[in-house]
């Protein structure tokens, strides 16, 4: 006998709280003995418009409520406090709807469920769109997106567009939304493993994942909501699901399957996973036990001969919002205006502990030399310029040496910053302007250090034993920034920048700026230490964590 089970069912979020915008933009017809909604495209305009700078400013209470946690446990270490207290400054700031939370301010993603009794007259992608392109335009956000000329050659499309953008049908008289910003730290933390039944054993499954969580490292800015999903009947459903259960999207599901294959959270492998993580040592991001905020891990069917596992994350920069459209009018989930009140009493001097003060306007052995009395894991204050390059601007760098040119004075004078600014606001020094992933320059480091330059680098997260290795070798230094709070940053500690060269690289250009008091980590020294390197690989972690 035909029985259909839905493999995830529906849920309309009914305690997510919302805000109704403003607009006369929906009406109702009756047609057939049935009742339409009619929603005008300036509904999904306007819907999409305010999604995105919300998103781009406010967090949600629940995670913001998770960080002030961290502050008050008292097995937290003190870097997993000091990186809370600045994730919970940067809300403030951003909070202000100026600077954005983060420099990369993502991909855009939208997802809409259209009800079967919702006429909106097409062009539903085109008004989604609009909305993306009107609120990057009119804000101070980061155009991240390019168009392939051919092959090989590129462009930026000058308004982050292209969006992801995807609608469904449904049964219902509604239209629901989720959207999304991912930027590329935790976009690239997407990961995908083709197993196989040999898996699904309690043993195998919990050295499979202690594995996996150390491989994703710190680039994607933790504490992580994390997301787990084994099965699926295709590759890409279970990548979908892994991003959605990472937004907390998925967790209305039921705690148990059924013969029919329906989806379902396992709560008490959530659990495993979060002392899983904890164990890492990894924390939140330079020593610790939060690695991640939370965990989902959802069960799905799957073919007798496939076993995929998807892992996804959503970053300290978690942000989602939902959407509806409904006959009384047109919401938006309620982030977080306010979130001073996460903050603590606790003064920044009692959490922060011995902070190292590093003047970056010595000359650069004088800085290494001061560096190289110190551990790993050692807090540092950074005040001086510094040089900004990243991705493109190494690969110009790299064709210098190429041609017998060597690399430019700067490069070797200064310390270099892997990241790429947000627009900067009238009146301000600097836009939202954050950490970059390391990881992305590795192949470049033992070159530009052989060649006199990138001698300190300052990104997040982890780095090859290729980059460990060159820093041994030619005495170099790899500094961690706090990945997340690119809005306290851009107020508190960036005080002048400017393009320095590759101007016509945009957001990709070599820039100089000038910092005071920025805070960085020792993370890999001239002596080939690397405090990655047990943590990731699976090695002594009790060594490395860093008690409280």
Not at 93 to 119: E, S
Not at 216 to 240: M, R
Not at 300 to 313: D, E, K, N, Q
Not at 365 to 383: A, D, G, V
Request: aromatic residues 8%; contains cysteine; proline residues 4%.
């Amino acid at each position: 006998m035909f029985e259909f089970q839905e493999i995830f069912g529906h849920s309309h979020h009914d305690d997510t709280p919302y805000k109704k915008l403003d607009g006369d933009f929906v009406s109702t017809f009756d047609a057939r003995g049935k009742t339409f909604l009619s929603i005008a495209p300036e509904a999904l305009t306007l819907l999409t418009s305010t999604a995105m700078r919300d998103i781009a400013h406010l967090l949600r209470p629940g995670h913001l409520q998770q960080l002030r946690n961290i502050l008050d446990d008292a097995e937290a270490s003190a870097n997993d406090r000091f990186v809370s207290l600045e994730l919970l400054k940067n809300a403030n700031i951003a909070a202000g709807g100026i600077l954005p939370g983060c420099q990369d301010t993502g991909t855009a993603i939208v997802m809409g469920k259209k009800g079967q009794y919702v006429i909106t007259g097409g062009g539903d992608e085109a008004a989604i769109a609009r909305g993306v392109y009107d609120t990057y335009q009119t804000s101070n956000l980061r155009y991240s997106q390019v168009a392939p000329l051919d092959m090989f050659e590129e462009k930026n499309t000058g308004n982050n567009l292209p969006a992801q953008i995807e609608i469904y049908a449904t049964d219902d008289d509604d239209y629901q939304f989720l959207f999304m910003a991912k930027g590329g730290g935790s976009a690239n933390k997407s990961l995908l493993f083709q197993e196989t039944k040999a898996l699904l054993n309690p043993k195998s499954l919990a050295a499979f994942l202690d594995q996996k969580l150390r491989s994703l490292g710190t680039a994607a800015c933790p504490p992580y909501h994390l997301a787990i999903v084994i099965g699926g009947t295709s590759a890409e459903q279970a990548l979908k699901t892994a991003k959605l259960a990472s937004a907390r999207y998925l967790d209305d599901l039921p705690s148990e399957g059924n013969k029919l294959g329906r989806a379902f959270r396992d709560r008490e492998w959530e659990q495993k996973v979060i002392d899983i993580a904890r164990n890492t040592g990894i924390g939140a991001q330079f020593g610790g036990k939060y690695f991640c905020h939370d965990a989902r891990v959802i069960r799905l069917p799957r073919h007798g001969a496939s076993c995929p596992v998807a892992i996804a994350v959503s970053c300290s920069a978690d942000r989602q919002a939902l959407g509806k459209i409904t006959r009384d009018g047109v919401f938006l989930e309620q982030l977080e205006t306010d979130p001073a009140k996460y903050l603590p009493e606790t003064t920044h001097t009692e959490l922060d502990g011995e902070v190292v003060k590093i003047d970056l306007t010595r000359p650069m052995t004088e800085i290494r030399q001061m560096l190289s009395r110190y551990p790993i894991k050692t807090r540092l204050s950074l005040t001086g310029p510094m040089i900004v390059a990243r991705d493109i601007a190494h690969a110009k760098l790299k064709e210098r040496i190429d041609r017998g040119e060597g690399l430019p004075a700067y490069m070797r004078d200064h310390c270099v910053y892997y990241a790429g600014p947000a627009k900067t606001p009238v009146g301000y020094a600097s836009g939202s302007f954050g950490p970059t992933t390391a990881g992305r320059m590795d192949s470049y480091v033992d070159l530009f250090q052989d060649h006199g330059g990138s001698m300190i680098m300052l990104a997040k997260g982890n780095r090859s034993k290729a980059v460990t290795d060159a820093c041994a070798k030619h005495g170099g230094f790899y500094l961690g920034s706090i990945g997340g709070p690119a809005a306290r940053l851009a107020k508190d500690c960036i005080t002048k920048v400017e393009v320095h060269e590759y101007a016509e690289l945009g957001m990709e250009a070599v820039w100089k700026i000038d910092v005071v008091d920025f805070p960085a980590f020792i993370v890999v020294d001239d002596k080939g230490n690397d405090f990655f390197a047990g943590v990731i690989g699976g090695g002594e972690v009790k060594k490395l964590a860093v008690k409280g």
